[in-house]
């Protein structure tokens, strides 16, 4: 079974500052892909950025980059010049590689970008 | 093709009342999945389809909730009995089963309030 763990349940930034958002993971499969999603209040989720376990560098979509350490099972967020709209619940989540299962998502982190 | 569509956004009942959610998934996409989202916890997955066939279950899955997707394109997930523990936001995604956009793409939820 997998397991997804965040342990910062709210975390602020100041606008254009830098913020790092953790997340650990437990899965005995050695295929797998994490992702991050993001929730504004009141509207859908949305990717952020997928990593796949078999890739060993680091995904990255324009502000937004991951650090994955796959021994120790860690897939911190990255967000480099935060923007106020940036603001929302992020979610850490994993999927085995065979493409069926569904996602598994840890309790999420409140990100708040203050002016 | 708008995205991930599910009716209604909002849906307040009285315990005991049945009430029952519709997802309609991206057109190509043949996996459709079912979470539940209760406040400030992160999505627990319900049940996911593959085309018509319903896979897998999980043990939230009471014997009060069905869920269908007959042809395989929209589904519908009904709850029979609602109790006041049923509050939560219900949210559908879909995928496609191959190609290399290994992305879940998510509805924009359905809101439950049993009063």
């Known amino acids: 079974a997998q397991t997804v763990t965040q342990s910062q349940p709210e975390m602020s930034v100041q606008e254009a500052e830098t913020v790092t958002l953790s997340c650990t993971y437990d899965t005995s499969e050695n295929n797998y892909y994490l992702f991050w999603y993001k929730q504004p209040p009141s509207r859908q989720m949305i990717l952020v950025i997928r990593?796949?376990?078999?890739?060993?560098q680091n995904a990255t979509e324009n502000r937004f980059s991951v650090n994955f350490q796959k021994a120790a099972k860690s897939f911190s967020l990255k967000i480099s010049d935060s923007q106020l709209g940036d603001t929302a619940m992020y979610f850490c989540?994993?999927?085995?590689?065979?493409?069926?299962?569904?996602?598994?998502f840890g309790k999420g982190t409140r990100l708040s970008v203050i002016a | 093709d708008t995205g991930v569509s599910q009716n209604p956004r909002h849906k307040i009942t009285k315990r005991g009342q049945n009430v029952t959610f519709r997802c309609d998934p991206i057109?190509?996409?043949?996996?459709l999945y079912w979470y539940r989202q209760t406040l400030g916890q992160g999505p627990e997955f319900l049940t996911y389809f593959q085309n018509e066939a319903q896979l897998e279950k999980s043990r939230l899955l009471s014997d009060r909730f069905s869920a269908e997707r007959p042809k395989g394109s929209f589904s519908t997930l009904e709850i029979q009995r609602t109790e006041q523990g049923d509050s939560a936001m219900y949210l559908c995604?879909?995928?496609?089963?191959?190609?290399?956009?290994?992305?879940?793409?998510f509805g924009s939820g359905t809101r439950l309030t049993v009063v």
């Open positions: 995604a879909s995928k496609s089963g191959s190609g290399t956009n290994y992305g879940y793409t």
């Open positions: 057109s190509e996409h043949n996996r």
């Open positions: 990593q796949e376990a078999y890739k060993q």
């Open positions: 989540a994993s999927s085995i590689y065979s493409g069926n299962t569904p996602l598994v």
